[in-house]
């Protein structure tokens, strides 16, 4: 399975509320794209769901970070 169906198949998994799934699939994704800012985003939102805050600042932190170097948030 390439990255992109991954991708589209953690967000099914995420609207479907299966966050835990989820988590897994985004986490898979990390393997083979560690600075994803997408993916290291997605997996802060869940990580907040299941009240591991500080874990989940690490994700978006990181995330924001990748994401102004891009250009894309400023």
Known sequence: MNISEL???????????????????????????????????RIGQILIRFKQEKKAGEFLLKSFEIFEKQGIYD
């Open 7 to 41: 991708k589209k198949r953690a967000r099914e998994y995420e609207l479907r509320g299966d966050y835990k799934k989820a988590l897994e699939t985004y986490e898979t994704i990390l393997k083979h794209e560690h600075d994803d800012p997408e993916t290291l985003f």
